[in-house]
């Protein structure tokens, strides 16, 4: 355990605050309670058996750059591309430091890909630069191995952050055929700020239809659930902030409604704010400062920056709990750099550690899992993977796109962000429905998929045909 020193008021502590352990209820069973163990994810084994039926190993001249979360769902993807052809030793895996699972590394490594070890975080709110000295080492090892190959033709970037896509060294796309396929909105907006676009072909998975009005929702049980330890179950209501009112924040907050507590959300998007159904207990307000005062637990759901107000932290008289349901440190970046200004320097941390906070004003400000979103822990499982799978299958979805633009002077040509294929997208929903309870979404968010126009206008990117469909023998279950 790390021996974190405080100087000052500030103090930043291995302790968990919680001193009851997450544990597996008949509530939460869901959550699966073998850790180490492989589990089959039947919509992926579908998707495979579809393709291969079509051809046989078509990723034997891909090669594979996978930045993932550490999770046991990764491996039934990587499963999957192998069986498709793709080569362990073809294939170049880095995960996140704060959702590494050791078994699956390990698994994953048994497997005969290059796994690049995550390089410790030093000191708080610096995890981008750990992870971007880990991708450069990645990159780096990329190219020797591709330089010793001949048979690889195509490189396929499966990324999650914009990291691996952001830092590519040039010599990748001047000697192969390069596609690319981003899981995250943050991702992308990286992008969009620098006001450019990657030189090859970007597979736009992170805002396409599935994801964000079937996925989100999971995302949003999933953190709920884990969290259920955490929060309060008593009869007084607790004033829970939600920041960033987007498709978790939404989830987050009707499940926080659900348990009886007062709710405050804030968006920096007003618009965003006019879709909430205000009610009794639900408030919404303009001025963020004014939610971080009232609320005593904060969820940050915005995958951005929302302590750059920090003095209202700084001067908080009341104890608050902070929780992150985002990506990376990001969402309390501001208040984690002021914690760690007066702390020791040049610690190594521990990603799940909660992080302490003693205001001016005597306040005390626990951010829970040092800032990363709390739904990572080490039990290797992020969402119920019955759930998660949809997910994963989107990826192969991203994967069988790739296969089919690899072949496309027309595409690979093009460049540009295309839009994840409709079609792909509506296969998988089809599949993964059957593993769905009834009544998870309304009958007219089910029936949307039943429309691939409707996919497609709600999956932003260029459209591209593809030279082959997969049919799905499934009827689609209606609320
Ligand atoms: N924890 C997980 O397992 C998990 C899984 C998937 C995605 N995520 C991450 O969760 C985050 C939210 O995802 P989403 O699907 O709800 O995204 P979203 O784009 O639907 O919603 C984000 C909302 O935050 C608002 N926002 C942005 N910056 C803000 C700021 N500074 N202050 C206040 N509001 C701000 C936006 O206007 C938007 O309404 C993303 O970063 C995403 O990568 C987490």
Known sequence: MNSYRAINKASIFAPRVLERPYFLSS?????????????????????????????????????????????????????????????????????????????????????????????????LARFDESFTHDIHSLWAEVVKQLGERSNIENVLVLDHGGYAINFMPPSITQHFKVVGLEKTSGGLINWVRQGSEPSFPLINMANCATKRFLESPLIAEAVVEKLSPVIPVSREPTTCGVIGYGA???????????????????????????????RKNFLATHDL???????????????????YSVEAFRLSSRDKTLISCSSGDREFLTLLQLIQKNSQSGLVINPRQDVIYESEFGGKITILRGGFPYNFDDSGESVPANDIQLTRALVLAGVFQAIDFFRNPHVLGEKGLYALDAELQKFVVHEWLQYQPRNRYTEKVLSNFE?????????????????????????LKLG
């Open 248 to 278: 978790i924040g939404k989830a987050i907050a009707e499940k926080l409604l659900s348990l009886g507590h007062r709710v405050i959300t804030y968006d920096r998007d007003p618009a965003q704010l006019k879709t909430a159904n205000l």
């Open 451 to 475: 429309q691939s126009d409707w996919i497609k206008a709600n999956s932003p990117g260029i459209q591209e045909a593809l030279s082959f469909t997969l049919e799905s023998h499934t009827q």
């Open 27 to 123: 509530k939460n069973a869901f959550f699966s309670s073998v850790a180490n163990a492989f589990i089959r994810l039947p919509v992926l084994d579908s998707m495979v058996d579809k393709l291969t039926a079509l051809e046989q190993a078509p990723l034997s001249n891909t090669a594979v750059v996978y930045v993932h979360h550490p999770l046991r769902t990764s491996l039934n993807l990587l499963d999957s591309m192998f069986s498709l052809g793709l080569a362990p030793k073809d294939t170049f895996v880095l995960g996140k430091h704060y959702s590494e699972n050791k078994w699956v590394v390990q698994e994953a490594k048994r497997r005969g890909v290059y796994y690049q070890p995550c390089s410790p975080q030093v000191e």
């Open 289 to 307: 400062i004014s939610l971080v005062a009232s609320a005593d637990l904060l969820f940050g759901c915005s995958g951005q920056d929302v302590t």
